[in-house]
């Protein structure tokens, strides 16, 4: 088992910056793939970046620039900063484990574990 807990969202003004941070407890983390996800009121779930387990990472073209995602294997941790937000950044920012796989994947059924999910909202 795997518990994932996201922390560091809330309400932000465009272009201003925010960190999520997701931490990790139960099997060992640096063995597998972390993502985040986002999920827009009446939308489907998207990816936004992920990072496998040798520190590759990949973005979702709309955030490329904008986002980095890194991860601590020491502290079970991976963060998702964002800068230069936009109002489309509006939605449920998820952390999700790919526990099968080192390598990360774009598709959230590759995703065994979810965190709870934390608001971000960008609006002036």
């Known amino acids: 088992q795997v518990q994932l807990i996201e922390s560091g969202g809330g309400l932000v003004q465009p272009g201003g910056s925010l960190r999520l941070s997701c931490a990790a407890s139960g099997r060992t983390f640096s063995s597998y793939a972390m993502g985040w996800f986002r999920q827009a009121p009446e939308r489907e779930r998207e990816f936004v970046a992920g990072i496998n387990g040798l520190d590759g990472t990949t973005y979702a073209n709309s955030v490329q620039g904008r986002f980095t995602i890194t991860r601590d294997n020491s502290k079970n941790t991976v963060l998702l900063q964002m800068n230069s937000l936009k109002p489309e950044d509006t939605a449920i920012y998820y952390c999700?484990?790919?526990?099968?796989?080192?390598?990360?994947?774009?598709?959230?059924?590759?995703?065994?574990?979810w965190g709870q999910g934390t608001q971000v909202t960008v609006s002036s």
């Open positions: 999700s484990a790919r526990t099968s796989s080192p390598w990360y994947s774009t598709k959230p059924g590759d995703y065994n574990y």
